[in-house]
């Protein structure tokens, strides 16, 4: 019998150490190290090496055949749909509807004539039963409550699932591994597992992971490089809207969203994501702003809303929901010194409609806008559109997809629309300005 093998670990970012430790000097949290004891059993010890080395050109390739989930939204996000023997990992804060849209997603699968294996971890028979007649998913999935992960991939072998999906990695446990459900030793050796069961025999595994309060994905970095796809599930959950966005993935683009719209029967995707944004828009509304961006292969038209009013503290209040608080202290520098803009006895708040984040730099410009319109308190022509990138000398720069933008923008009837260079001239529907400094743009549209 092998003997024991005691190590501490850090919680937060795998470090390991041979004694405990206050503060990790890796990620320089305190408290973190928990002791861990393993053993390696002698089976697995002694197991032989089967893989043997084979040329390149002599490896069959599947072609890139995907299963297509049936939610279009979340096929997008995909590249397509799920690929074969791929590792998926879905993460988002709790109550977002994470359990919800993989539910869904694998009730689709289901009665579109895949066999799919549901392990929940977090909760019992009766209460995924309950959510799945709610949601009017009711046949064809294989349900398994289970935290042990030899159950899971026992129950894998038997029922021989196309997809496989495990509602939290965190609730899993290997019994060959001390350590509570959730630490770092027991997350790494469960993804091991799973991974090992998607490229062995070919099923597409999808996993639920946590986030912690700073927003990340709970458990060891090297969670994130074992899968295949990592998706993010953003969005307020005061808000009706749900983006899923791919921060990682092999087998398609990074920069690809689903948007989804919580209803009282789960996940509804949103085809045309303007025209809800921007349903609730008032016109001639100081402050306001319309930005094109461009989200993946798909343009989308959100409202960028600014408040300005007069400060009675030492410091000025500056705060942001849906934009970087780091832009926007940017932006207000530029309007003061090359616009002549002043906000320094002011307080300024800034939101995007529909709990919508914006991190791209196309959001400069009409941010720029709308914060002058606020302190001047003068609306912008009604339907102005604008994108582009502002830089400090109160330049404004291109930014890419400029055809795409405009025309979202022509599709909803909006205009004029403000950049940096004029587009193409098929638009007649919609009038362009060229504008090449951020002062420029205010004395065009104030």
């Given at each position: ?10 919680q ?33 010890r ?18 890139g ?77 294989y ?20 997809v ?94 689903g ?34 961006t ?34 926007v ?13 002043a906000f ?6 800034v ?12 959001v ?33 720069r ?13 599709r ?35």
């Open positions: 019998m092998a003997k024991p093998r005691t190590e501490w670990r850090c937060q970012c795998g470090c390991a150490a041979p004694r405990w430790l206050g503060r990790c000097p890796e990620c320089g949290e305190f408290g973190t190290f928990v002791e861990e004891i393993r053993t390696a059993p002698e089976a697995l002694d197991a032989p090496r089967r893989a043997v080395p084979v040329p390149l050109a002599e490896v069959e390739a599947s072609g055949a995907r299963l297509r989930t049936g939610v279009t939204e979340f096929d997008r996000v995909l590249g397509g749909g799920l690929v074969r023997g791929s590792l998926v990992l879905l993460a988002g804060e709790p109550g977002i509807g994470k359990s919800t849209l993989l539910l869904q997603t694998a009730g689709s699968l289901a009665d579109g004539g895949s066999r799919v294996l549901y392990v929940s971890g977090e909760e019992s028979a009766a209460q995924v039963k309950l959510r799945a007649d709610r949601l009017g998913v009711c046949s064809g999935i349900l398994l409550p289970e935290t042990d992960i030899t159950a899971v991939t026992e129950a894998a072998a038997s029922v021989h699932p196309d496989c999906v495990v509602d939290s990695i965190q609730t899993m446990v290997d019994p060959a591994l001390e350590g509570v459900a959730g630490s770092v030793g027991q997350v790494r050796a469960c993804a091991a597992q799973l991974m090992r069961l998607a490229k062995n025999d070919g099923i597409s595994v999808l996993l639920v992971g946590h986030v912690t309060k700073e927003g990340t994905i709970a458990g060891p970095r090297v969670l994130e490089h074992t899968v295949d796809t990592v998706l993010s599930f953003e969005g307020d959950r005061e808000h009706m809207f749900r983006i899923v966005r791919a921060t990682k993935n092999r087998f398609g683009s990074v920069s690809e969203i948007v989804f719209e919580m209803t009282g029967n789960g996940l509804a995707g949103v085809a045309d994501p303007s025209g809800v944004l921007l349903s609730d828009r008032r016109e001639e509304s100081p402050g306001t702003c319309v930005l094109a461009v989200e993946g292969t798909r343009p989308m038209l959100v409202e960028l809303q600014a408040l300005v009013s007069p400060s009675y503290l030492p410091a000025p209040r500056r705060l942001s929901v849906g934009i970087d608080t780091a832009r202290l940017q932006l207000l520098a530029v309007l003061e010194r090359r616009a002549g803009v320094g006895q002011f307080d300024v708040y939101s995007v409609a529909g709990g919508v984040r914006i991190t791209e730099p196309a400069d410009l009409p941010l720029a806008l709308a914060l002058a319109s606020a302190r001047t308190d003068r609306p912008l022509p009604s339907g102005a559109v604008a994108f582009g990138e502002v830089g400090l000398s109160g330049e404004v291109a930014v890419a997809h400029t055809q795409a933008r405009v025309s979202e923008a022509a909803m009837g909006l205009g004029p629309v403000v950049t940096a260079l004029q587009p193409a001239r098929s638009h007649d529907a919609v009038q362009c300005r060229e504008v090449r400094s951020v002062s420029e743009a205010i004395h065009e549209l104030l």
